[in-house]
């Protein structure tokens, strides 16, 4: 991420949040959704908006501080980072490349035929809050996942204390992704169909 290149207009940041504008109910309307302001739920933006004194800033400090959380190296009076990419100590980082399991299905071979020569990925959780995917070509992220649990507004946990100078280390995405191919369902009601899913 500090070769060069990044910007944080354009990276792939993805968290859980609004799926539509008419969405009403984090708990049953929520969809995987880009990292950017209007994606996010109240209460998500909450966080966001605390100040390094507890009380609750403006709509603009919150957009910086996404901003930050996105890569904007113009810091702001946020905490200063020696990296874009947060510090990765448990984690260990996982190779995804071409479907290579054994399963006795007919369907699984032709997903293992379709998927031969897709583009590997190396995944990692990093303690900047986001699991990370790394092209396994040529080391560019190629996407970045906020969880949705690490949005808080207590005075020393959410994303908003991250950004703050007087930060005290905290593990936020630290464990080891697991990957696997699975006959699942990918939409509610909707067929069953093999895809590589990733857990962490």
């Not at 448990?90 to 190779?95: E, F, K, T």
């Not at 790394?134 to 005075?155: C, H, M, N």
């Amino acid at each position: 991420l500090d070769s060069g290149g990044v910007s944080e207009s354009t990276r792939v940041l993805l968290t859980w949040g609004k799926p539509n504008a008419k969405a009403e109910d984090p708990k049953t309307d929520s969809d995987g959704v880009a990292f950017h302001w209007d994606n996010l739920w109240a209460t998500q933006q909450s966080d966001l908006r605390i100040e390094n004194d507890g009380s609750c800033g403006t709509v603009a400090i919150a957009e910086d501080r996404l901003a930050y959380l996105r890569g904007d190296e113009s810091e702001k009076g946020f905490r200063k980072r020696k990296s874009l990419l947060g510090a990765i100590v448990h984690s260990r980082a996982i190779y995804v490349g071409d479907p290579i399991l054994d399963w006795p299905d007919v369907d699984y071979s032709a997903f293992k035929a379709t998927h031969r020569d897709r583009d590997p990925v190396i995944y990692v959780g990093a303690n900047d809050g986001a699991l990370h995917g790394f092209s396994a070509k040529d080391g560019k992220e190629v996407i970045g996942y906020f969880p949705a649990s690490l949005f808080d507004t207590g005075s020393s946990s959410g994303l908003h204390y991250f950004t703050n100078p007087d930060y005290k280390h905290h593990y936020l995405v630290d464990g080891t992704p697991a990957v696997s191919d699975a006959y699942i369902r990918t939409q509610l009601f909707g067929k069953r169909e093999w895809r590589t899913v990733l857990v962490s």
